[in-house]
């Protein structure tokens, strides 16, 4: 056992606490929400998670939040590598704003969203005048998923980029490898798994994101109605039980997506690339 | 392959890396670059792997200039000092990846690359380790396998830096061994960089000796060991005694020796510095040599199969260090306190 050999004394104190902290914190909450959906039968369980507006719902929650991410993963990487392999004025800024998303409160990201993204807006005008609507279409809630998710790829892959040895894309050269094939071989397995975490913790937390999106996708219901958004409003109608029915299963979608997560940096350190 | 750099000059900012370096390489030939750190050598390497670029001057393989080729088209084997494995790649992978990149039409088949690869893991002894993860192997184990995988492309030039500064002592000597074996089968011009002059002077057929951004000598090890061409080389090939004094009309007294200084027939009373290394420092119990100067042992040390004395000129000036075998100290008997007489077998005196 850890705690007799270790030089460190208060192990069994501090993983009680740790043990009860989570449980209190995580584990009754969560615990609760189940038993919430026991008040309801099976049937009317999946009557509520298999609802048009509730499917609706979900396949934009999902879809806006996979695109998001996967722009995130591409232009993520992008900002990670400048900010690793580049050295220009104004790189702390830079490197700074990336993080804004995180502490900016949602609903203040939203507004501002919106109010650039409107018909009237900066970008909502020209983009107005080529058809395309952004604010208040599924459009809107990918571009709020996409600012608020933002800073997870960047964080992830930084630290792995900036651990890459220069000499690895040397040997590469050296060795005959063009600029393509040292990327493709070379950089992106290495980086992969990072960029991979990174697009699933930006998956996670768009999944879940209410503040920014309520403003700018006009929750229109079948159209620009997020999955949170409609726990909400079973909420305000007192319909506890169906909330939950609906949280229950965004609940199993974000377990499933932390495991994939845990998965994949599992492989990573298996194949002796986060040494 | 031979290489010939020619007028290589190179700045990074302020700092002036390589002064105007000019140097042979003969076909099949191991060269050492030997010099303390920030001597440029690893940047003189870098510069004929074409992994850098000078401001002046042009390295040129088989007499062709290679100004205008990359990295890539030099087929050079570079060998880094940290191995720079890929750590996704098993050791298999890695050794084949040299191979796996060519072009279509140049590429081997399968087949042909995993037999390439088996019998160049058989030549580092890691046919067992092929599956293995870079992550998995030890330091030594490491820079065989980075050096298989510069193998692999057949270069016609092997450029290795600092290839065994990051392991420890007893793994360094076994594959500086293994490499001069190596390179006896394969005989492709080598050239590699060390900052240690046993490595240098145990491996290589001929070391350079670089100091500053210059070359300070060029020659076979017994050459440079045995006739230093400057005080740098000196002092950085081993111990060596100094003694300050002046030369005047080809004659020098330096500390308390007077010997002939021929080169310098016309110095007119200039301060100099005589260089005696250790094991050319006799010792005597009497004294019967009319060159023989008086000293006084300070310390003895024994250093394995040899001892060290440390001596102290009676006439004052700079402690003196001499070497013996443990027969001849045996001879001699002495120890610390004891007056013996000490003459100096071989000095070189520099102006």
């Given at each position: ?13 501090t993983?009680?606490?740790?043990l009860s ?14 038993v919430k ?6 049937q009317e369980?999946?009557?509520t ?12 929650s999902?879809?806006?939040a996979?695109?998001?991410?996967s722009?995130?993963?591409v232009?993520?990487?992008l900002?990670?590598?400048v900010?690793?392999r580049?050295?220009f004025?104004g790189?702390?800024?830079i490197?700074?704003?990336v993080d804004l998303p995180?502490?900016?409160?949602t609903?203040v990201?939203?507004?501002?969203l ?5 018909p009237s807006?900066?970008f909502?005008?020209p983009l107005?005048?080529?058809?395309i ?10 571009i709020?998923l996409t600012f608020i998710s933002?800073?997870?790829v960047?964080r992830t ?10 000499e690895?894309?040397?040997?590469a050269?050296?060795l005959?490898?063009g ?5 493709l ?5 290495t980086v ?9 913790l930006s998956?996670?937390r768009a ?11 006009g929750?229109?219901?079948m159209?620009?109605?997020?999955t949170?958004?409609?726990?909400m409003?079973?909420l ?5 039980p169906?909330a939950?029915?609906?949280a ?14 845990n998965?994949?940096?599992w ?7 986060w040494? | ?8 000059t190179?700045r990074?900012?302020?700092f002036?890396?390589?002064?105007d370096i000019n140097l ?11 010099g303390p750190s920030?001597?440029?050598?690893t940047t003189?390497l870098?510069?004929?792997a074409?992994l850098?670029?000078p401001?002046?001057?042009d ?7 290679a100004a ?7 087929r ?9 494995l890929?750590?996704?790649m098993?050791?298999f992978?890695n050794v084949a990846f ?9 590429r081997?088949s399968?087949?042909e690359?995993?037999?390439k690869?088996?019998?160049?893991l058989k ?5 067992h380790?092929a ?9 030594g184990?490491r820079q065989?396998?980075a050096?298989?995988r510069?193998l692999?492309?057949?270069?016609s030039?092997l ?8 392991l420890d ?6 594959l500086r061994?293994?490499l001069r074996?190596l390179?006896?089968e394969?005989?492709?011009?080598s050239v590699f960089v060390?900052?240690?002059q046993?490595?240098?002077l145990e491996?290589?057929?001929r070391v350079?000796?670089m100091?500053?951004g210059?070359?300070?000598q ?8 045995d006739?230093?061409a400057?005080?740098?080389?000196y002092?950085?090939?081993?111990h ?13 007294q330096?500390?308390?020796v007077?010997?002939?200084?021929p080169e310098?027939?016309?110095a007119?009373n200039?301060p100099a510095?005589?260089y005696v290394?250790?094991h050319?420092?006799e010792?005597f119990?009497e004294?019967g040599?009319?060159l023989?100067?008086p ?5 003895v ?6 001892v ?17 075998t443990?027969k001849?100290f045996?001879?001699?008997n002495a120890?610390?306190?004891e007056t013996?007489?000490?003459?100096m077998a071989n ?5």
């Amino acid at each position: 056992m850890a705690s007799r050999r270790s030089i460190i004394p208060g192990f069994n104190i501090t993983m009680g606490l740790t043990l009860s902290y989570l449980a209190a914190m995580v584990l009754l909450p969560l615990a609760a929400l189940f038993v919430k959906t026991t008040t309801s039968t099976w049937q009317e369980f999946l009557q509520t998670v298999t609802s048009a507006r509730v499917v609706a719902s979900y396949r934009l929650s999902f879809l806006a939040a996979f695109a998001a991410a996967s722009i995130n993963a591409v232009f993520g990487f992008l900002v990670a590598w400048v900010l690793v392999r580049y050295n220009f004025p104004g790189k702390r800024i830079i490197d700074g704003l990336v993080d804004l998303p995180f502490a900016l409160p949602t609903a203040v990201a939203g507004i501002s969203l919106t109010a650039v993204y409107a018909p009237s807006g900066l970008f909502g005008k020209p983009l107005a005048a080529l058809g395309i609507k952004s604010a208040f279409s599924p459009l809107g809630v990918v571009i709020a998923l996409t600012f608020i998710s933002l800073p997870f790829v960047v964080r992830t892959v930084q630290p792995i980029l900036q651990n890459l040895e220069i000499e690895n894309e040397e040997a590469a050269a050296s060795l005959g490898a063009g600029r393509m094939q040292t990327f493709l071989r070379v950089l992106l397995p290495t980086v992969l798994p990072a960029v991979l975490t990174g697009f699933a913790l930006s998956f996670a937390r768009a999944l879940g994101e209410y503040g920014s999106v309520v403003f700018i996708s006009g929750n229109m219901p079948m159209k620009t109605e997020i999955t949170p958004l409609l726990i909400m409003t079973k909420l305000e109608q007192f319909d506890y039980p169906g909330a939950a029915a609906v949280a229950v299963v965004m609940l199993a979608a974000s377990f499933l997506i932390l495991l994939a997560t845990n998965l994949l940096q599992w492989w990573g350190k298996r194949r002796g690339i986060w040494v | 392959m031979s290489i010939e750099v020619r007028n290589i000059t190179k700045r990074f900012g302020d700092f002036a890396a390589l002064r105007d370096i000019n140097l042979q390489f003969s076909t099949g030939e191991l060269v050492a670059l030997l010099g303390p750190s920030g001597c440029g050598k690893t940047t003189l390497l870098r510069i004929i792997a074409g992994l850098e670029f000078p401001e002046t001057g042009d390295v040129l393989f088989d007499g062709k200039s290679a100004a205008e080729r990359t990295v890539r088209q030099r087929r050079v084997g570079f060998v880094f000092q940290h191995y720079a494995l890929f750590r996704h790649m098993s050791v298999f992978e890695n050794v084949a990846f040299g191979l796996r990149v060519r072009p279509r039409k140049f590429r081997p088949s399968n087949a042909e690359i995993r037999d390439k690869v088996n019998t160049l893991l058989k030549l580092i002894q890691m046919e067992h380790l092929a599956r293995h993860y870079p992550a998995q192997l030890s330091g030594g184990q490491r820079q065989r396998v980075a050096l298989a995988r510069a193998l692999a492309v057949e270069p016609s030039v092997l450029l290795l830096d600092e290839p065994f500064g990051a392991l420890d002592a007893k793994v360094r000597l076994e594959l500086r061994r293994w490499l001069r074996r190596l390179h006896d089968e394969l005989h492709v011009t080598s050239v590699f960089v060390t900052h240690d002059q046993e490595e240098a002077l145990e491996v290589a057929d001929r070391v350079v000796l670089m100091n500053a951004g210059r070359v300070e000598q060029v020659g076979t090890p017994e050459e440079v060991y045995d006739n230093p061409a400057t005080p740098f080389v000196y002092t950085f090939l081993g111990h060596v005694n100094i003694f300050r004094g002046r030369v005047h009309r080809g004659h020098a007294q330096v500390g308390a020796v007077e010997i002939d200084a021929p080169e310098y027939t016309d110095a007119d009373n200039a301060p100099a510095v005589g260089y005696v290394r250790p094991h050319d420092v006799e010792v005597f119990r009497e004294a019967g040599d009319p060159l023989a100067i008086p000293a006084r042992v300070v310390r003895v040390q024994m250093l394995g199969p040899l001892v060290r004395l440390e001596l102290a000129t009676l006439s004052g000036g700079d402690p003196l260090e001499a070497q013996l075998t443990r027969k001849g100290f045996q001879e001699l008997n002495a120890r610390p306190g004891e007056t013996v007489y000490v003459k100096m077998a071989n000095m070189r005196v520099f102006i």
